[in-house]
Structure formats: C-alpha cells, structure tokens
C-alpha cells in the first residue's frame, strides 16, 4: 500500500542578507517530501543561486516578486506562502520558514504520523512541538507569549488560506473560515530566527515593518529580555545545523541585570506563575485539536 504523498513547501528574500539557515531548512526537510516548492523572491543578493546549488531533483523553484506597496499586516507574506502551496501537488503539504528545521531523529515519527490520521478526514492538519530558540542556541523559549505548538502540515485536499505567513485558515461553509481541525504530529520544529547575528536579525526585523503598516522598529539587543522566558536547551540540534550554528548563530549572551520588563512581559510572567498552578497552556493556538 503506498503512502500518502507529501509536498514540502516555503518562500524566500533576501535570505543570505537577513542571516536565514535556508540552504539547511529546506536539506532537513527533503529526505521526508516527494517535492519541494520554494517560491524565491526577487534579491539582492544569492538567494536564488544558493536554492539551485542546492541540485536536489525534488526542488522546483518559482520565482517571484513581492508587492512592496502592500504594507497590510503581513499580507505580503501570505500571498508568497500561498503562491508556493498552491503550485505543490502532495496529499499533504509541509511548511516550513526559511529560520525553521526538522530534525533528523524525527523524520520517521511524522512519517508515521501522517500515515497514521490520512485515513481519518476528521484530522485536517498535524501539529508540532516548538522549540524557539533565544540568544543563542543554548537558550529556548518557556514564555507563553511565543507560540508553543503550531501546524506545519495541512490536507491538500481541503481549501485553506493563510491570512499571514504563519498559520492557515480553513475555509468552512463558504465564507466562514476556521481553524483547522489536528492531531499532534509527535516531533518538533527548531526555530532559530532569535539566534542570528544580531546586525542580521535587526535587519530583518526592518523588512517586516516594511510589509507591516504603523508597525514601530524593535531595535534588537539580545540582552535586554526576561531571563525567566528561557531557559537552557537540553536537547540536540539538528545535525546539518552544526556549521551554521557555530559560524552564524551568536555564541554568547549576558542578560541585563538593569533591563526593565515590559508591560507584555510582566503579563507573561503572571502567566507563567498561572501555568505552573494550574498545568494550563496559556500560549496562543491556531488550530483545535480533535484526535
């Protein structure tokens, strides 16, 4: 019996200026899909290049130019994730972001998984562990205030959009989007966009505000956050990470003892405390879990 096809998928700019592991995102997803659609915007730099050198036969490039004049709360951002998904041609569809990898040791376990819930409609997407990482990537996120789970793959057979880059809707009874009905797919994305050279990741945060209107600049400083939002990883990184973290990644971080928290951070904190009394999850979801 064969197994229900997948499709990976994601959208690029600019991703060697703005410090994006791209190159290895889209190796740590390869060995799991049949194809994988990389909708390359126009750049400044060798983006387009590094995703053809990258020679996998499974790779089919689209290129594109994004919409400078949309500054509509990241719509841009929507519209080249859907360009990509629309052209992939898998049962399933995985996205991925250019700062966002699998893990080897769990290629199998989402193998399972998708096989597992495809006989089952009721399940329309599957859900993964985030590990965000902070700093460097000796630190991951603990705060509720970065979302903790997340789908990363989604039925091709259903009508989906995504309102931003992030997360899909699912369009129910015409006109009446939802989120998407998922079991937990058992396996994690290791997110490493906090963990870029900080000149990188500030000049990342500028491209963003582009494409968000009435957006203010984060002026980046890795120093100035709540030590109580992250605490030491344990686990083990991606291995195809391994010269990227140690040439591109910063290496060392001193919180601010002087830093003053932020309304936003205080409540996260509040919530922590809650979290640990009660064992709720008060982080913010875009799907409901039913299997």
Known sequence: MSQPSISGFTFIRNGTMLGFPFVESIRSLLPL?????????????????????????????????????????????AQQKMIA???CTGEWVFYLEGDELVHEAELDAIRASVNRHHGNPAVEALVFDYLHFYGTPAYVSVSPGWYRRECR????TIRTY????????????H?????????????????????????????????VAR??????????????????????FTG???????QWLATEAEQSIQFNPDYQLTAKERK??????????????LSRKHFKLVA
């Open 236 to 242: 083990t990184h991606p291995a195809i990470m391994a």
């Open 153 to 156: 793959l989604i039925r091709n």
């Open 85 to 87: 998904q629309y052209a």
């Open 162 to 173: 995504a309102p931003d880059g992030q997360y899909w809707l699912v369009m129910h009874q």
């Open 33 to 77: 899909v049949d194809e994988f659609v990389v909708a390359v915007g126009r750049s400044d730099d060798d983006t387009l290049a590094r995703v053809q050198a990258i020679g996998d036969p499974k790779i089919r490039i689209i290129e594109t130019v994004w919409n400078d004049h949309m500054a509509d709360r990241g719509f841009v951002y």
């Open 175 to 207: 006109k009446r989007p939802r989120n998407p009905h998922a079991a937990l797919a058992q396996a994690h994305i290791h997110h490493y966009g906090w963990v870029r050279r900080a000149e990188q990741m500030q000049a990342k945060l500028d491209q």
């Open 211 to 232: 494409y968000w209107k009435d957006s203010t600049v984060m002026q980046i400083n890795y120093a100035n956050f709540d030590p109580q939002a992250v605490k030491p």
């Open 268 to 281: 996260y904190r509040l919530s922590m405390a809650l979290e640990r009394l009660t064992g709720w999850d």
